[in-house]
């Protein structure tokens, strides 16, 4: 006779399971076509693991597990619960509990009545739901095979569950993985064929839920590491997101979300008219006029949607340090590039490192060449000021006309030609860091007046505004001019003299530097070598002698350049007299070719002898002695200077 099919929620189908349960308890076997593969492979795991059929004992509640897992998957409990409430409220049946579990059974939360749960007790947070405990359930199978699944009445492996039906659905992370199931328990009496629609429902709500909160947790995560100032504003102004940069910048508090930004602000701010307009633009400066006192910053604005505004603020300095970095005017030598080991450096040395550890004016004072910049960029890094922005304004190079906007901005409108948005000044990039002024004594006097008032309120104003800004600036000047003798003439300021005059150092020429010719040209040897690939060049005794000797007007940089010229044009390995350039070789005194001095003196102290004899000879007459030493009169002059000979002493006797 055909077997009649009866419907799974049927009272008949679920007699009919009920059976092959009683036969499973007593036989093991059942009829497969009424038992689903599912259910009896669950019933043989509990079987093997001699759980029991008739009655259950609760395990106890794991308040220290419920804990520990609770704050595992926060995210997943509080988006969970709300939802739940609703599924429970939306059944409005006796019996019927809803439970979220982890991913080893163990119950996080329950949305049910007191009542509900007395008639469910295995529901209790705490409590554990997992098939090696309580044997074939909801919860468990849906932990074991990662799907949806009901388990009706009977189907549970034991009895004492049998009044109860169950659905359960998994849920995902972002990622897909599991992270825990939903479960509803209801009697069996009211299992409707779509309560596992519902409950499925409910766990893809889940998931949504816990893909926003990562999305807004991944947003607030990059929004806090972003350097620049983010406020997320609805047409009104009230604060949607803000994250804490823009809150340090504005003197807000972290918790302003939800309230109307303009609170802050004092009426009549330009950001009721940026709200009011909803215009897109980029960096633009602006003062804002707060509650708490008058703060600048950089401003962009972006509407987004139909009434919202994003605004993104950056920091004034840090701009500005930027856009010095870009034009490259960025200190990148410390004290350590300072190649030598004369007295006289080591003394100059020892004073830049005192300036470096003050914050006081400094002037530094030497010849062309000398190295002025290099000593003013190991200041400031060496000073509390590294990280700041480090400025050069070469004062020579600046036209007259040009000589305020370029110092001190402008503002919009100022002058024909001027920026939309005015400019900020080299003392204004400088915010912050050092203003290396070069060439100082050159600077026109209009600009002096303005440079004075700079230096005494630490305050500039742009050309053609009328407000002040408050800057923190060190200077630190230079000049190879004789500014005293400036200062007589009326071309330089008397009390700006006095303003610079604080720490003023004076750079060594080469000529005194007594042994660091050599040191230098090894270096600079190596420099040029090593990018034409020559290696092995070097300089041969002779010429490294007549290098000590000669005067160097040029300095420093004069040396460099010799250095580089010889790399390019010897053909051998060394570096001889015939190589060097013929005004160097042609300043050098024409020695006698028998001497009595000693075979160690080296050419500079044989040239000074010579000098001196012939000085002894001619009784101090300058135009024989540089007849009779073969030499110009002005390389005389160089030479007197360089060995620091007294011409008066020889004609007094």
């Known amino acids: ?10 009272s008949e189908r679920k007699a009919e399971v009920l059976d092959q349960w009683q036969s499973f308890q007593e036989t093991g076997t059942v009829d497969r076509s009424i038992v689903r593969p599912m259910i009896l492979a669950s019933w043989e795991r509990c079987r093997r693991a001699e759980l029991p059929r008739d009655s259950l004992a609760l395990c106890p509640i794991d308040a220290e597990a419920l804990e520990r897992s609770t704050a595992r998957n926060r995210s997943l409990v509080e988006s969970a619960k709300h939802l739940m ?6 059944i409005h049946l006796s019996k019927s509990v809803v439970t979220l579990v982890d991913t080893d059974g163990l119950v996080l939360h329950a949305s049910a009545t007191s ?23 909801g919860m468990g199978l849906c932990a074991i095979e990662k799907k949806a699944v009901h388990v009706i009445a009977s189907e549970h492996y034991n009895s004492s569950l049998h009044y109860l039906s169950c659905s359960a659905a998994p849920i995902h992370d972002v990622s897909g993985r599991f992270v825990g199931a939903i479960n509803l328990a209801i009697s069996s009496e009211n299992f409707h064929q779509h309560t596992l629609g519902l409950v499925e429902a409910a766990a893809h709500a889940i998931e949504e839920h816990l893909r926003l909160r990562t999305l807004v947790r991944n947003q607030k995560v990059i929004l806090d590491l972003l350097d620049e100032g983010v406020i997320v504003l609805a047409s009104d102004g009230v604060i949607s997101s803000i994250n804490p940069q823009a809150c340090r ?28 307009e909803r215009v897109s633009f980029h960096d633009r400066e602006v003062s804002f006029e707060l509650r708490e006192g008058r703060r600048s910053c950089i401003l962009s604005c972006a509407p987004f949607g139909e009434t919202g505004v994003i605004l993104t603020l950056r ?32 003394e100059t040395i020892r004073l830049t490192r005192v300036a470096a550890n003050s914050e006081a004016t400094t002037l530094l004072v030497g010849e062309s060449g000398t190295g002025k910049e290099l000593f003013a960029q190991a200041i400031h890094n060496a000073g509390n000021r590294r990280k700041g922005p480090f400025v050069v304004v070469n004062c020579g190079a600046l036209p007259r006309n040009l000589v305020q906007s370029e110092l001190f901005g402008y503002v919009s409108g100022a002058f024909s030609g001027a920026l939309k948005d005015g400019s900020p000044g080299k003392f204004e990039l400088a915010d912050g860091g050092t203003l290396f002024l070069d060439e100082i004594g050159e600077m026109p006097l209009e600009a002096q007046v303005s440079l004075l008032r700079l230096l005494q309120e630490s305050e500039v104003t742009r050309l053609g505004g009328k407000q002040a800004k408050r800057i923190d600036v060190r200077i630190i000047a230079a000049t190879n001019k004789d500014l005293p003798g400036a200062v007589r003439n009326k071309s330089f300021r008397e009390d700006l003299y006095y303003r610079l005059n604080v720490l003023t150092i004076n750079i060594p020429p080469l000529r005194q530097r007594e042994g660091d010719v050599s040191q230098l040209a090894g270096v600079f040897l190596d420099k040029f070598a090593g990018t034409l690939n020559k290696k092995h ?27 580089e010229r010889l790399v390019n044009v010897t053909r051998g390995d060394i570096i001889d007299m015939t190589d060097l350039p013929q005004d160097l070789v042609g300043d050098m005194v024409l020695l006698p070719s028998v001497r009595t001095t ?24 300058l135009r024989r002695t540089s007849s009779l030493l073969n030499i110009s009169r002005s390389t005389l002059y160089a030479k007197i200077k360089q060995y620091h000979i007294e011409v008066d002493a020889f004609r007094a006797v």
Not at 1 to 10: F, N
Not at 85 to 90: I, N
Not at 598 to 612: D, F
């Open 1 to 10: 006779m055909e077997k009649v099919s009866h419907h799974p929620l049927s």
């Open 85 to 90: 409430d609703k599924l429970v409220h939306s």
């Open 115 to 137: 009542q509900d749960l007395e008639n469910v007790p295995y529901g209790v947070p705490g409590r554990r739901c997992d098939e090696a405990t309580i044997g074939t359930n």
């Open 249 to 276: 910048m504005l003197g807000i508090s972290e918790h302003s979300e939800g309230r109307n930004i303009l609170e802050y602000f004092q009426p009549g701010s330009i950001l009721q008219s940026v709200l009011a």
């Open 315 to 346: 920091g004034v300095k840090r701009m500005r340090s930027y856009a010095s970095r870009v034009a490259g005017s960025k200190a990148v030598y410390t004290f350590d590039n300072i190649i030598g080991e004369s007295a006289v450096l080591q």
């Open 537 to 563: 060049l070097r300089l041969s005794e002779e010429a490294a002698s007549a290098m000590e000797a000669y005067h160097w007007p040029g300095n420093v940089r004069e040396l460099e350049n010799c250095i």
């Open 598 to 621: 000693g075979p160690s003196m080296s050419l500079k102290h044989i040239q000074k002898a010579h000098i001196l004899d012939t000085l002894r000879e001619t009784g101090g007459n």
